[in-house]
């Protein structure tokens, strides 16, 4: 087994084609085949299903794909070690939320401290998130919901309640509190499931003897905020990301209180990677106090 081939096959595995995978080596398409198909015919076992120009992973390669990933991010903890001053020059930090308006602060901060870092975020549910962070497709993951698994670097930064909402000129935009019934006779909007707040939600109204049947399920938040601005209905966040929009009404929930704790987290055995840990200081300092 060789390095290069390792290299071809997690390339091949992560960019999803050949091709792709030539172009982010910088190496032509039969290099980076041949690679593959040593490394496949030298321990007799197919990494890749090859349907015409479709490249999926076989079970096997699944399972070598772990392995790589997490071959390739320790080589690249090792380069940021040797190379300390310049990953925090010019490296490349990944985060994924379910909420990037609970970072807009920690953020600014972070790129007045290091302006030359770029840095991606994408949008996920708690699921989403914790799937990311394990498959190192991120760095760093913010979610609703403090994970109790020990695989992770926890900072919380608040803690707050779930409420209802709808629009100014929905027939409930005068109402301040409802009760789980009560929302039941309207339209309700809510996220996929996967979401921790749609989780809370129906086990509390299942509590309550409420089954709460959602009429529209969007993806993302903002899908539902907007769906629920146009009229359609009711929808349900936590309420530090109600935020300003003057569309809406916030409605209180008549019923035990349910709060989402957002939450910074990352791998635990990522928490020394050097931008990582830069971003986890400045949160710290930034944070709010737990309510």
Do not use: W
């Not at 120009?53 to 699944?62: D, W, Y």
């Not at 670097?153 to 005068?174: C, E, M, Q, V, W």
């Not at 509190?177 to 109204?205: C, D, I, N, W």
């Amino acid at each position: 087994m060789r390095y290069v081939q390792l290299r071809a096959f997690h390339n091949v595995a992560i960019h999803g084609g050949f091709s792709r995978a030539a172009e982010a080596l910088f190496l032509t398409q039969p290099a980076v085949s041949d690679q593959v198909r040593k490394l496949e015919e030298e321990y007799d076992v197919l990494l890749f299903n090859r349907n015409k120009k479709q490249v999926t992973l076989t079970q096997a390669g699944q399972q070598l794909l772990e392995v790589t990933r997490r071959m390739f991010d320790v080589e690249q903890q090792a380069l940021d070690l040797l190379s300390e001053s310049r990953a925090l020059r010019a490296g490349k930090l990944r985060i994924v939320a379910d909420a990037a308006h609970h970072l807009l602060h920690i953020l600014a901060a972070f790129r007045r401290a290091y302006p030359s870092v770029q840095v991606s975020i994408d949008a996920g549910n708690t699921e989403t998130v914790i799937t990311s962070l394990h498959a190192y497709e991120a760095d760093i993951g913010v979610l609703g919901e403090v994970p109790q698994s020990s695989d992770f670097d926890i900072l919380k930064l608040n803690s707050t309640p779930i409420i209802a909402f709808t629009s100014r000129d929905y027939p409930l935009g005068d109402a301040r509190r409802l009760s789980f019934s009560e929302f039941a006779k309207h339209p309700l909007v809510m996220r996929e499931r996967g979401s921790k707040t749609r989780q809370k939600l129906e086990m509390m109204a299942a509590q309550c003897g409420v089954p709460l049947v959602p009429l529209i399920e969007a993806e993302g938040r903002e899908a539902v905020r907007e769906i629920v601005a146009a009229g359609g209905g009711v929808g349900f966040v936590s309420s530090a990301e109600f935020g300003q929009d003057n569309r809406l009404i916030p409605i209180e929930i008549d019923a035990p209180e349910m709060r989402m704790d957002e939450a910074l987290i990352c791998l635990r055995e990522r928490a020394n990677g050097k931008l990582v840990n830069a971003f986890f200081e400045i949160a710290r300092k930034l944070a709010a106090p737990p309510a």
